[in-house]
C-alpha cells in the first residue's frame, strides 16, 4: 500500500517555507508509522492562544495530527515539532484537557504542555541529534534560542500569588524543574529567584519535581506514561498546600490507560469505573483502574443528568470487553505489544479496538 502524503521531492514548501532534504525524511518517517493525517497549520490560527515564544507546536487529534508553525520558523522549530509527532506515534501520549475546562482555565492547558515537555524533552532532542540536530541542553524547545523563564513585572505578595487561585504557580514550578535540567549551573541561583518569586516554596517544588523525572534520553513511552501519573500526584498535593481551592488534577489532566492484548478482552467493569468529579458534579469521569488515573471526562449541562449518564455507563459496562468499551467511549491508549513495545491507539472508530484485539489474538494462535 503506498504511503499517504510521503513526500517524494527533495525539498518541501510548507507555509511558505522551503524545508531542506532532512526535513522531508522526517515528514516520512512521521507518516509511516501514523494512522491519521499530518497538517500543518499556522500559528495564528491555535484556537487559544501560544505562550509567548512559542513558534512550534504539535497537536494531535482524533482524525488529524496537527502542527501549527510561525510562518518562515527555521528548520529547527519544525524538526523539533515532526519529532514530537514522531514519538506519538511510538506512544509518548500527552496529557489531554477537558474542552469546556480549558475554556474556563486555560491555564490547565499551560500546566499540560509543560508537563508533558518535562517528561518527553529529553527523548526529543536525543532523536534530533541522531537526525543531525545540534541540540544543547540550554536551547530552547522551539529553536528560539536559550531558554529563560519570563521574569514577573513585580514580585507578587504570597498573599496575592495565593488568593489568584491560579494554576500557573505550578506552571511555573514545572518550568523551572525542567530548566533546572537544561540550564548551566552558573545560572541556577537566578533561576531559584525568580521561581520563588512567584510564590515561597515554589523552588522546592521545582526541585522536587526535577528529583522524580530525571533527564532520560532513553525514557520509553510506558515510563514516559507511569513517569506523568507521578508527577500529577506530586503536583496534586502541592496545590492543596499553594493554592486557596483544591486544584484537581487527576480528574483534570486525562491520562490514557495502557493495554495489552489480554487487557482488551476483559469485561469493562475489570479496568474502568466511572463517577461523578468532586470538584464538578456536573463531570462524569472515567477512571482506569490500574492506576486509579482518569482517561476521559465528559461534562453535562447539570448534576441530574451526569448521574443518570454515570448509571448508563455502569449498565452498558456489563455487557462490553474492554475493547468494546473503549471504542463506544473514544478513548486513547497506549497498546502494549511483544517486547514492550508500544503504540498509540485511539478510539472511537467502529470497532476498531475490537478487531484490533482479533488480530492479535490471531497471531498468538
Not at 520563588?196 to 516554596?201: C, Q, T
Not at 505489544?337 to 492479535?360: D, I, W
Request: charged letters at 25%; a positive charge.
Amino acid at each position: 500500500m503506498p504511503l499517504l502524503q510521503k513526500i517524494t521531492r527533495p525539498t518541501v514548501l510548507i507555509l511558505g517555507t522551503a524545508y531542506p532534504p532532512r526535513i522531508v525524511g522526517l515528514h516520512n518517517r512521521v507518516r509511516a508509522h501514523a494512522r491519521r493525517l499530518l497538517v500543518y497549520k499556522d500559528l495564528a490560527l491555535l484556537p487559544l492562544p501560544a505562550t509567548a515564544g512559542t513558534r512550534g507546536l504539535f497537536v494531535p487529534g482524533r482524525r488529524r495530527l496537527v502542527i501549527y508553525l510561525k510562518r518562515g520558523s527555521p528548520e529547527s522549530t519544525l524538526a523539533h515539532e515532526l519529532v514530537h509527532a514522531l514519538l506519538y506515534g511510538e506512544g509518548f501520549l500527552p496529557l489531554r484537557c477537558r474542552k469546556d475546562d480549558l475554556l474556563r482555565h486555560p491555564e490547565i492547558g499551560t500546566l499540560a504542555g509543560k508537563i508533558n515537555d518535562l517528561i518527553v524533552h529529553p527523548v526529543v532532542f536525543a532523536r534530533l541529534r541522531r537526525s543531525g540536530y545540534q541540540v544543547e541542553l540550554e536551547g530552547a524547545a522551539t529553536g528560539a534560542g536559550p531558554r529563560r523563564m519570563s521574569r514577573p513585572q513585580r514580585q507578587p505578595s504570597p498573599s496575592k500569588a495565593r488568593a489568584s487561585g491560579s494554576l500557573e504557580l505550578l506552571s511555573h514550578a514545572v518550568g523551572a524543574a525542567e530548566a533546572l535540567h537544561r540550564l548551566p549551573k552558573s545560572e541556577i541561583p537566578d533561576l531559584r529567584r525568580r521561581t520563588n518569586a512567584h510564590a515561597p516554596g515554589l523552588w522546592s517544588l521545582a526541585r522536587s519535581i526535577a528529583r522524580a523525572a530525571p533527564w532520560d534520553p532513553e525514557r520509553t513511552a510506558l515510563e514516559a506514561r507511569v513517569l506523568t501519573s507521578t508527577i500529577v500526584r506530586l503536583l496534586e498535593s502541592a496545590g492543596e498546600r499553594l493554592l486557596p481551592a483544591k486544584p484537581s488534577l487527576t480528574v483534570r489532566l486525562l491520562m490514557p490507560p495502557y493495554m495489552t492484548a489480554r487487557r482488551l478482552e476483559a469485561r469493562a467493569f475489570s479496568l474502568f469505573d466511572p463517577g461523578l468529579a468532586l470538584a464538578d458534579e456536573a463531570t462524569v469521569v472515567l477512571t482506569f483502574l490500574g492506576d486509579g488515573a482518569a482517561c476521559s471526562a465528559r461534562t453535562f449541562t447539570g448534576p441530574d443528568q451526569a448521574a443518570r449518564a454515570m448509571d448508563s455507563i455502569r449498565r452498558e459496562m456489563r455487557g462490553m470487553s474492554v475493547a468494546q468499551f473503549i471504542d463506544r467511549h473514544r478513548i486513547e491508549y497506549l497498546l502494549i505489544e511483544g517486547g514492550g513495545r508500544c503504540s498509540a491507539r485511539t478510539g472511537g472508530r467502529p470497532h476498531e479496538a475490537e478487531a484490533l484485539f482479533q488480530r492479535m489474538a490471531a497471531k498468538r494462535r
